[in-house]
């Protein structure tokens, strides 16, 4: 099966700054990469997507880049704020029926 | 659009009962897929259902965990017997097809804590 690793488990940043996530996957044939974001207590919402077929993809503050040879997609997001707190999961789809999830990572935004 | 249902949002069960999480998909969604979240831990798949149809229960241990999605009503997962590391938030979500290259939504979860 796939196998989805997410760094780091924990990161903070001050306000106004960037913070990067990363993912790495096992299968080569998983193309559908979405990242959700789960405010505490909450349920995991779809921020920002990317299909194999695609090398970046942008949206307003968050970006999305995905390298398919050597196996690996981040999340980019600029100009942090503190609503931007929150888990952040990565999760990677053959085009199938279930997506393998990374662990997450705790993004705090320190004002 | 009321968007995924889950009810009930806490649940509170003693060691050996049942425990019954309900799932409305959103209007119009007919693929269903629970997901359990450990306490920091990733989300992990459990079952996708279609209606009257379990289409992939692989992620399911295999007892004391049942699910199902009816015809009329909403999807059922069931845990019988529960014990102390059946606590965990368990996440339900839909999609309008087979959700492989489109994002699920969620709905807000059940979460169950066995005492």
């Known amino acids: 099966g796939e196998n989805v690793e997410q760094h780091p488990s924990t990161l903070s940043v001050q306000e106004g700054d960037s913070a990067v996530i990363k993912c790495t996957y096992s299968?080569?044939?998983?193309?559908?990469f979405p990242w959700y974001k789960q405010e505490l207590g909450k349920r995991p919402q779809l921020i920002i997507d990317i299909r194999s077929n695609v090398g970046e993809k942008k949206d307003q503050r968050i970006a999305v880049t995905l390298n398919k040879t050597a196996k690996h997609f981040s999340l980019h997001i600029t100009e942090t704020q503190p609503e931007d707190s929150a888990v952040y999961f990565c999760a990677a789809s053959k085009g199938g029926n279930q997506f393998y999830f990374g662990t997450g990572t705790s993004l705090t935004v320190i004002p | 659009n009321a968007g995924v249902m889950q009810n009930p949002r806490h649940l509170v069960r003693r060691r050996g009962q049942e425990a019954r999480l309900r799932c409305s998909p959103m209007?119009?969604?007919?693929?269903v897929y629970w997901y359990r979240q450990l306490p920091e831990e990733g989300l992990k798949f459990m079952v996708y259902l279609q209606k009257e149809n379990i289409i992939d229960e692989s992620g399911m241990p295999k007892e004391r965990f049942s699910a199902e999605f009816p015809k009329e009503g909403p999807s059922i997962l069931r845990i019988q017997q529960v014990v102390r590391g059946d606590s965990a938030a368990y996440f339900c979500?839909?999609?309008?097809?087979?959700?492989?290259?489109?994002?699920?939504?969620f709905g807000s979860g059940t979460r169950l804590t066995v005492v």
């Open positions: 209007k119009g969604h007919s693929h």
């Open positions: 299968d080569s044939a998983s193309n559908y």
């Open positions: 979500a839909s999609s309008p097809i087979v959700g492989g290259n489109y994002g699920y939504t």
